[in-house]
T-cell receptor, first 116, second 112 residues
Framework: GAGVSQTPSNKVTEKGKYVELRCDPISGHTALYWYRQSLGQGPEFLIY????????DSGLPNDRFFAVRPEGSVSTLKIQRTERGDSAVYLC??????????????FGPGTRLTVL | DAKTTQPPSMDCAEGRAANLPCNHS???????VYWYRQIHSQGPQYIIHGLKNNETNEMASLIITEDRKSSTLILPHATLRDTAVYYCIVRAGGTSYGKLTFGQGTILTVHP
């Protein structure tokens, strides 16, 4: 079956611009996660949705970052006034049973964001 | 979440067992040990998890010490495709157990 998909696969933008990154989770998965991975580092948690609501947004670095999941399926990560330090791979994951201690997260291939 | 410590890199010959250690000396009683791996240019992939008993699946075995302060991931017959970064993660219960907290991981290189 189809896995988690993310679009675009690569995004190059200029400092100060607005970007949107899209995540299509595995069908039926109720939980959705966003992570950010800088070069040479492990993924860093940003936000976690259970259905339509953000259950944990403690990883969002500042108010330039915002994410939505209006219908409990597709999610969009929005970054305003991008900075060069936002350059990273943005990973999305989904899981079939959010909140269960032993659930497995299925990751997409990521979107590589480059801010010039 | 408890912090984990892993060696930055390891090598293994193809066909041999790869044993990847992880130290999690501050683990709490309700925390599980998870292993994920990340092949170059891909998203992380779940491997296995456990609480206190040893676990085995089609990919690997997980050995957790009796005091739960450390664990070892075993790939019994490593192949070139197992070259990846391996992450040991301890995951808390409660309201924050949605997220995974990744460290730097171990870069495993399997050579012919």
């Amino acid at each position: 079956g189809a896995g988690v998909s993310q679009t675009p696969s690569n995004k190059v933008t200029e400092k100060g611009k607005y970007v949107e990154l899209r995540c299509d989770p595995i069908s039926g998965h109720t939980a959705l996660y966003w992570y950010r991975q800088s070069l040479g580092q492990g993924p860093e948690f940003l936000i976690y949705f259970q259905g339509t609501g953000a259950a944990d947004d403690s990883g969002l670095p500042n108010d330039r970052f915002f994410a939505v999941r209006p219908e409990g399926s597709v999610s969009t990560l929005k970054i305003q006034r991008t900075e060069r330090g936002d350059s990273a791979v943005y990973l999305c994951a989904s899981s079939p049973q959010g909140g269960a201690l032993y659930n497995e997260q299925f990751f997409g291939p990521g979107t590589r964001l480059t801010v010039l | 979440d408890a912090k984990t410590t892993q060696p930055p890199s390891m090598d293994c010959a193809e066909g041999r067992a790869a044993n990847l250690p992880c130290n999690h000396s501050t683990i709490s009683g309700n925390e599980y040990v998870y292993w994920y791996r990340q092949i170059h240019s891909q998203g992380p992939q779940y491997i296995i998890h456990g609480l206190k008993n040893n676990e085995t699946n089609e990919m690997a075995s997980l050995i957790i010490t009796e005091d739960r302060k450390s664990s070892t991931l075993i790939l019994p017959h490593a192949t070139l495709r197992d070259t990846a970064v391996y992450y040991c993660i301890v995951r808390a219960g409660g309201t924050s157990y949605g997220k995974l907290t990744f460290g730097q991981g171990t870069i495993l290189t399997v050579h012919p």
